[in-house]
């Protein structure tokens, strides 16, 4: 019974955020994709839509972090943080945090639910 409840929860959490990955993508990421200044910043797209995803974490990571990763070996796989910030709105960078974090918790929890139930512990 409440295992049932648990995954109605995370089901939720992953309803959610697929509504906010597509209203990101539209809002935002499809205006940096149409500004020559950013079209070509936006990370490596492994496949279609990946550089929301890209642009979110970006956006949402503390500038430190974003930093770093940009400054790795792997650079050229993640999108230029400085320029984007730049070139976004306040609520573009807010929908991007709550876009971002509403996808790492949900694909987070249903990991966890996995692993879990593979432990028995719903059982």
């Known amino acids: ?8 929860f995370s089901m939720l959490g992953v309803f959610i955020t697929c509504i906010l990955f ?7 990421v499809r205006k940096l994709r149409k500004n020559p200044q950013t079209k ?15 642009v979110a974490q970006a956006l949402a990571l503390p500038k430190s972090w974003s930093r770093k990763l940009e400054s790795s ?31 790492v ?3 987070t929890g249903l990991i966890l639910m996995v692993i879990l139930n593979l432990f ?4």
């Open 1 to 8: 019974m409440m295992n049932d409840q648990i995954f109605a």
């Open 22 to 28: 597509v209203l990101f993508g539209q809002i935002t």
């Open 120 to 123: 028995g512990v719903f059982d």
């Open 73 to 103: 070996p792997l650079s050229g796989l993640y999108a230029k943080s400085e320029l984007l910030r730049k070139n976004t709105t306040l609520f573009d960078r807010i929908l991007a945090r709550i876009f971002w974090y509403s996808y």
């Open 40 to 54: 070509d910043q936006l990370g490596v797209e492994f496949a279609s839509g990946w550089d929301i995803l890209n």
């Open 105 to 107: 918790v949900s694909g």
